[in-house]
């Protein structure tokens, strides 16, 4: 199935906060398995993914990467919309993990092939790698770096 990255607004009946489970967890933190989406409307596009685990919570920096990452068009194996119950590419909500370094923020990259995908009309998601893996990058910049136009004259 092919997943449309965009948001869409959607009719459908949704618990007040912005909460999901992933029964699963992410990869490396299994046992992570309700998640929460924190948003401060001065740092948008970016969001706070907030999970919580038996002792403790994290917190990931994620997107939404529609109108940001151009013609990312990721498709899920079969086996993986099944689990997540999506009948639809519009139920799904796309999320993807960005990586930011204190010292280098412009240098952030996202990762395209293992996005989290969210059945908007179930609050369920699991992270998936995608079945076109091939045509992206885990360490997708976010920022194109400028094309060096060659050493200034001083004249």
């Known amino acids: 199935m092919k997943v449309l990255p965009e948001i869409y607004p959607t009719d459908l009946d949704a618990p007040s906060a912005n909460t999901f489970a992933l029964p699963a967890g992410l990869i490396g933190f299994e046992t992570y398995r309700q998640a929460e989406l924190l948003y401060e409307s001065d740092n948008l596009p970016f969001l706070w993914l907030k999970l919580t685990g038996p002792r403790d919570s994290l917190h990931f920096v994620v997107i939404e990467p529609g109108g940001i990452v151009a013609n990312y068009e990721p498709e899920l194996f079969d086996e993986h919309a099944?689990?997540?119950?999506?009948?639809?590419?519009?139920?799904?909500?796309?999320?993807?993990?960005?990586?930011?370094?204190?010292?280098?923020?412009?240098?952030?990259?996202?990762?395209?092939?293992?996005?989290?995908?969210?059945?908007?009309?179930?609050?369920?998601?699991?992270?998936?790698?995608?079945?076109?893996?091939?045509?992206?990058?885990?360490?997708?910049?976010?920022?194109?770096?400028?094309?060096?136009?060659?050493?200034?004259?001083?004249?």
């Open 82 to 155: 099944l689990e997540l119950d999506l009948s639809d590419p519009g139920e799904a909500m796309i999320l993807n993990i960005v990586t930011l370094r204190r010292t280098t923020p412009l240098e952030a990259t996202v990762n395209l092939i293992g996005p989290i995908v969210i059945n908007r009309r179930t609050r369920t998601g699991r992270q998936v790698v995608i079945a076109n893996y091939s045509r992206y990058s885990a360490h997708h910049a976010l920022i194109e770096k400028p094309q060096n136009a060659g050493p200034v004259s001083t004249y």
